[in-house]
Nanobody
Framework: QVQLVESGGGLVQPGGSLRLSCAAS????????MKWYRQAPGKEREFLAG????????NYADSVQGRFTISRDNTKNTIYLQMNSLKPEDTATYYC?????????????WGQGTQVTVSS
């Protein structure tokens, strides 16, 4: 079955770094655009970063541009989110998303999330 499993979250001090991973299985990973989102308590889910199937195109939300880097390894069916210069407002649950549209059918998969807490 389809699985997206995030890992790498935790507690970090302001200014610190974390690297999140999202391991995929159960679908053709290399054919899916991959994205990272986050959701803080009481707030809507927020898009952070996206990466094309080959990794050649990336895009970022203004809130993380220059601090976060998305990457993927299609040989490992895994995407990453390198997060630097973390701020308390980055505290949230972080989710990975796989999406593709084939023959008019949308395939949209989500992981369970990993918690990131930025606090001194």
């Amino acid at each position: 079955q389809v699985q997206l499993v995030e890992s790498g979250g935790g507690l970090v001090q302001p200014g610190g770094s974390l690297r999140l991973s999202c391991a995929a299985s159960g679908f053709t990973f290399s054919r899916h655009t991959m994205k990272w989102y986050r959701q803080a308590p009481g707030k809507e889910r927020e898009f952070l970063a996206g990466i094309s199937t080959t990794g050649g195109i990336t895009n970022y939300a203004d809130s993380v541009q220059g601090r976060f880097t998305i990457s993927r390894d299609n040989t490992k069916n895994t995407i990453y989110l390198q997060m630097n210069s973390l701020k308390p407002e980055d505290t949230a649950t972080y989710y990975c998303n796989a999406i593709s549209a084939t023959m008019g059918t949308l395939y949209d998969y989500w992981g369970q999330g990993t918690q990131v807490t930025v606090s001194s």
